[in-house]
Antibody, heavy 117, light 111 residues
Framework: EVQLVESGGGLVKPGGSLRLSCVAS????????MNWFRRVPGKGLDWVSS????????YYADSVKGRFTNFRNNAKNSLYLQMDSLRAEDTAVYYC??????????WGQGTLVTVSS | EIVLTQSPGTLALSPGERVTLSCRAS???????LAWYQQKPGQAPRLLIH???NRATGIPDRFSGSGSGTDFTLTISRLEPEDFAVYYC????????????FGQGTKLEIK
C-alpha cells in the first residue's frame, strides 16, 4: 500500500523556520518526482514546489522562491521542505504528493503550519 | 500562467440528483494534463479523474470527465451522500518550469 506521511508542522513566529518531512512507503520512491502543495484555511490548493526523482531539478512557486528549499533523500525514502523566513501568509496545511504524468494519485494526510506571533 | 475558474462556487443538491461542474481555463490546456480531485474536511485531496476523462483507480463510474481546450466538466450522474465535498480541477503546464494550478473549487452541499 502506498503511503505518504508528513510531519514537522507547528506554530512558528514570523521570520522563523520549520522543516517538513514526508516519508514514503509502498512504492519505489527513488523513481518518482514529488510535489509539495498547500491549502490555506478557507481557500483552495496551491502548488509550492516540485522535485525530480533524482533531486537534480527543483522548481518553486514565485511566492516561496528564495525562502523554501525542497530536497530529498532517496536512501531514506524521504522528502523535505525547509521553510525559512516564514510569513503569516504561509499559514496552511502542507501536503506532499506523488507525481505521475501531471497528476497526483497519492497524497499525504497533511501537516499544519501556523505562522503567528 | 494558466488560471482555472470553476463554477459554480457552491451548489446545494439532493442525493440522487445529477450534477455537472465546470472548469474554464484562461488558455488552452493539454487534455492529458487536466485532473479533478475531491476533498473533504480534514482529508487529503482524492484523485477522481486524470487526462480529462480517465477515472482513477477505485473511482465509481458515476463520476465522469470531459472537455477540451479551455472548457472541462466533471459530471456525477447520481449523487451519493458521500459525494458532498469540495471539487477541484487541476492542470499541469511545462515550459521553463513546471506549473500546477488549481481552480478555486466547487463546494457541493446537501440541500
Amino acid at each position: 500500500e502506498v503511503q505518504l506521511v508528513e510531519s514537522g508542522g507547528g506554530l512558528v513566529k514570523p521570520g522563523g523556520s520549520l522543516r517538513l518531512s514526508c516519508v514514503a512507503s509502498g512504492f519505489s520512491f527513488s523513481t518518482y518526482s514529488m510535489n509539495w502543495f498547500r491549502r490555506v484555511p478557507g481557500k483552495g490548493l496551491d502548488w509550492v514546489s516540485s522535485i525530480t526523482w533524482s533531486g537534480d531539478e527543483v522548481y518553486y512557486a514565485d511566492s516561496v522562491k528564495g525562502r523554501f528549499t525542497n530536497f530529498r533523500n532517496n536512501a531514506k525514502n524521504s522528502l523535505y521542505l525547509q521553510m525559512d523566513s516564514l510569513r503569516a501568509e504561509d499559514t496552511a496545511v502542507y501536503y506532499c504528493a506523488r507525481l505521475l504524468n501531471g497528476y497526483h494519485e497519492y497524497w499525504g494526510q497533511g501537516t499544519l503550519v501556523t505562522v503567528s506571533s | 500562467e494558466i488560471v482555472l475558474t470553476q463554477s459554480p462556487g457552491t451548489l446545494a443538491l439532493s442525493p440522487g440528483e445529477r450534477v455537472t461542474l465546470s472548469c474554464r481555463a484562461s488558455q488552452s490546456v493539454i487534455s492529458n494534463y487536466l485532473a479533478w480531485y475531491q476533498q473533504k474536511p480534514g482529508q487529503a485531496p482524492r484523485l477522481l479523474i486524470h487526462g480529462t476523462s480517465n477515472r482513477a483507480t477505485g473511482i465509481p463510474d458515476r463520476f465522469s470527465g470531459s472537455g477540451s481546450g479551455t472548457d472541462f466538466t466533471l459530471t456525477i450522474s447520481r449523487l451519493e451522500p458521500e459525494d458532498f465535498a469540495v471539487y477541484y480541477c487541476q492542470q499541469f503546464g511545462s515550459g521553463n518550469s513546471p506549473r500546477y494550478s488549481f481552480g478555486q473549487g466547487t463546494k457541493l452541499e446537501i440541500k
